[in-house]
């Protein structure tokens, strides 16, 4: 079946511009993450929805990020006025329920952003 | 949250079995342990996870201890497919956010 899908897979901007990145989560999870990894770390989460309600964004790490999920299925993570420090791979995951602990999240591969 | 400790790398040999250890010592009584796995270049991969039993499934077993402050891993054939990087994770039923530290890299040497 179809996993978690991200687009685009690698993303190349100029410092100051804005990107916007995409997740399409598995059909039917209510739960909608993401994650910010730089090289050699583990993922850091960034924000969380149930359905279209953002209900955590104390991850997001300055005002210049934006997570939106309008009808509860694709979300899109966006960032104005890139800064080097921006780059990362910015995943995605989704899980079938929230606020049940023992529920997996499925993981998209993610998005490569550099800014040069 | 509650935090793991695990070492930072570990070699194994294919098709031998592989024990890959996690502490977790200040963990709370609603905290599920979490394993997933990391590809290189793919998205971190659901392994198992469990509260207190032992838990077998067809990726891999978690043996939890008595005390619930450590746990392991175990990958009974080691492949060259299974070289990744592993996280143990605590998740409570209040955070369903992931808190991942840097992992264990798993070397498998053919």
């Known amino acids: 079946g179809a996993g978690v899908s991200q687009s685009p897979r690698y993303k190349v901007a100029k410092r100051g511009q804005d990107v916007a990145l995409r997740c399409d989560p598995i059909?039917?999870?209510?739960?909608l993450f993401w994650y910010q990894q730089a090289l050699g770390q583990g993922p850091e989460f960034l924000t969380y929805f149930q359905n279209e309600a953002q209900l955590d964004k104390s991850g997001l790490p300055s005002d210049r990020f934006f997570a939106e999920r309008p009808e509860g299925s694709v979300s899109t993570l966006k960032i104005q006025r890139t800064q080097q420090e921006d780059s990362a791979v910015y995943l995605c995951a989704s899980s079938l329920l929230t606020g049940i602990s023992n529920q997996p999240q499925h993981f998209g591969d993610g998005t490569r952003l550099s800014i040069l | 949250d509650a935090k793991t400790t695990q070492p930072n790398s570990m070699e194994s040999n294919e098709e031998e079995p592989v024990h890959l250890p996690c502490n977790h010592s200040t963990i709370s009584g609603t905290d599920y342990i979490h394993w997933y796995r990391q590809l290189p270049s793919q998205g971190p991969e659901y392994v198992i996870h469990?509260?207190?039993s032992n838990v077998n499934n067809r990726m891999a077993s978690l043996a939890i201890a008595e005390d619930r402050k450590s746990s392991t891993l175990i990958l009974h054939r080691a492949t060259l497919r299974d070289a990744a990087v592993y996280y143990c994770i605590l998740n409570s039923v209040a955070n369903s956010k992931l808190t991942f530290g840097k992992g264990i890299t798993l070397s498998v040497r053919p």
């Open positions: 469990g509260l207190t």
């Open positions: 059909s039917g999870h209510v739960s």
